[in-house]
């Protein structure tokens, strides 16, 4: 990974349940978003959270981003089925034109 | 609404030869991002250009190049292509500097090299 890692590397829930998925980075950042990916497919932009911001909230999601760790949480609350896919967190570093995912959390919701 | 396009969805190309593939971003984004994605990896940035001029790089092979052209679509051309070249490449587009709207990917040209 270019970024940092995700934990954990793979989830396994009943549907119903919530799901955390964890990320770090290393460098300064501007912001910081959460993708989704069915498998090989695109990847679905799902939220973005500022630098300064802590915590933002988009349906089911969740995000929290805490800069003097460098790490953010995405939360998906009542999960199902369909929210099986891998999740990435990827970050715009300060002063750049790129944005760097993480490993990637590869969720599954059972039925 | 309008999405990026890539082109083409899927690409067999033999050791040694060249491919392009292009993206047609967003109207009105400026900018403009390449990735490779290899088999359970995570996308790997390879280059981005804003307003037609390369404005980062990554983890590009030398053999690979890209531009950005006057209306704002983009091609990644790659030669003298190997074997671990096959991977998923997205390509993304967005305002710059990027809104509350993250990045919009496109679905991606799947690679195989034989």
């Known amino acids: 990974s270019q970024q940092g890692e995700e934990d954990p590397q793979a989830l396994s829930i009943q549907e119903g349940e919530n799901a955390t998925m964890n990320c770090s980075y290393k460098?300064?950042?501007?912001?910081l978003q959460w993708y989704r990916q069915n498998s090989g497919r695109g990847l679905v932009h799902l939220i973005l959270?500022?630098?300064?911001?802590r915590e933002k909230h988009s349906g089911r999601l969740r995000v929290t981003l805490d800069t003097s760790k460098k790490s953010s949480s995405l939360l998906i609350t009542a999960s199902r089925a369909a929210d099986t896919a891998s999740y990435f967190c990827?970050?715009?570093?300060?002063?750049?034109?790129?944005?760097?995912f993480g490993a990637g959390t590869r969720l599954f919701v059972k039925a | 609404a309008a999405g990026v396009i890539q082109s083409p969805r899927h690409l067999i190309k033999e050791k040694r030869e060249t491919a392009t593939l292009k993206c047609y971003p967003i109207?009105?984004?400026?900018?403009v991002y390449w990735y490779q994605q290899g088999p359970g990896q995570d996308p790997q940035f390879l280059i981005s250009?804003?307003?037609?001029?390369?404005?980062d790089k990554g983890s590009i092979p030398d053999r690979f190049s890209a531009q950005q052209f006057s209306d704002y679509h983009s091609e990644l051309n790659m030669s003298s292509l190997e074997l671990g070249d096959s991977a998923l490449y997205f390509c993304?587009?967005?305002?710059?500097?990027?809104?509350?709207?993250?990045?919009?990917f496109g679905s991606g040209t799947r690679l195989t090299v034989v």
């Open positions: 993304a587009s967005s305002l710059a500097p990027v809104s509350g709207y993250g990045y919009t």
């Open positions: 460098t300064s950042i501007n912001n």
């Open positions: 959270i500022r630098s300064n911001e």
């Open positions: 990827a970050t715009d570093e300060t002063g750049g034109f790129k944005t760097i």
């Open positions: 109207p009105r984004h400026d900018t």
């Open positions: 250009f804003y307003e037609k001029m390369q404005s």
